[in-house]
């Protein structure tokens, strides 16, 4: 810190602290550039972007006057490679595209590729993921718009550097006033002492001419007269020791003051800081958790869609066509008392059941293989006595039904086959 001398001034001296504070403030303008052109940028919050998979990536950025970096953080529990379009704005202020592959291991991903030179902000970035190739349901999770993410960003960052600017503003407002006041006392402090030494020398010279005129008579009131005066200088010169001693120790007081505040402010700071992170920390958290009870019922639909699938389609395997009744044969067979038989012709084995127009009970069911035949147990005189008589044939397995899904109701009636 600059600081003017303590010690007595002539008007030369004078001059010379105007010319002091004038260095200051030259020095002050160069500090502030300074601080401006080293000024880092802080890193944006990181944001989702729609992968076309699962979302998995995450993107965070920070811009200066010409220089963009960027990171990416890699969610997924295996490496992927990905695809990736930055829209951007250089430094003359046009709009152009830029569009690389990076293969990304799992977790934060820095490097000195994710750096942009002669660009002045992004405006948005699209990802798409490679390797592996992704073939399952894309997330339902809404995504927010990019642009909207960026320009979001770019406002918070310019408010971080205007509040931040205004504290070094405010803090050096002080700090100038300060060192005014420390300034204005010493000038006053000097003055009084010049005022007082001439004062003295006055005196002085008024009890020498005094003691030489007087002689002998003044001598000893002359000499006691200048003990008196330098006891005064020194009472004087202790009080002036004593005054710039609390002047110290005030100065060190308000620097430990400024010190606690500033301390004081970086801890604010820190709790809102690590409060956002824990906001933020349970916000992925909880979309985490959306996300996966939506893919959980997702999951448990699909699961009940094939159970349903399954059921019907066992349901629809229930029933089948009934089979034409042209590959039977009816003959009476002599080798079994005259009765009239049913011989299968098909070349596969049929479950046939008989029915008669003037029979109320029936006439007989049976299961008959290829080339096979059965007796109904009737002769000529029951069958004509029977009426006329018709056949239900479904296959091996499946037996004749009505259309109410009940016994087949016999001659005259319908019939579908069920197993």
Known sequence: MLRFNNGGVSSHENKK????????TQLLVLLFAS???AFVPPWSDWYQIQDEALNGIWFSWKCDSDRCEYRMDNRYTTPVKIRYSLRLINSDGIQRKFSAEQRLATGVNESAVFALAATRELKGVEVEIIEPKYTGPRSSKYVPSSTAEVDAEKKRQAAIIEAEAREAREREQVRLAHEREQA???????EEREERRSRDDA????IITSGIQGLGQQFNSGMQQLNDIDRQNAQRQAEQRRQQEEQRRENQRIQRQQENDRRERERVALLERQQQERA???EAARQEEQARKEAAHKEEERKEREEQERKQKEEEQRYTTPISASCLETFYDKEEYGWLAVRNNCTKTLHVEMAYSNDKHGGGGWTIRPGRHENTGRSRKEIEAAGSYVFAVCPEGYNPIGSDDGFWKGYGHNYRCKK
């Open 17 to 24: 602290i105007v010319i002091n504070t004038t260095l200051v």
């Open 35 to 37: 601080a401006a052109a």
């Open 184 to 190: 204005e006392e010493q000038q006053r402090r000097r």
């Open 203 to 206: 005196e002085l010279n008024q």
């Open 280 to 282: 933020r920390k349970a």
